[in-house]
């Protein structure tokens, strides 16, 4: 099962993963700084 996650993880994908938690770091750095 894990290995079939890691082989349908394209490029294209990863890099969108990035943005999402670029802009998760965004909205709620904040929130995990004052926890």
Not at 2 to 11: D, I
């Amino acid at each position: 099962m894990k290995t079939f996650l890691v082989c349908a993880l394209e490029p294209s994908a990863n890099l969108h993963l990035k943005e999402v938690l670029k802009a998760y770091k965004k909205d709620f750095g904040e929130f995990e700084i004052h926890g």
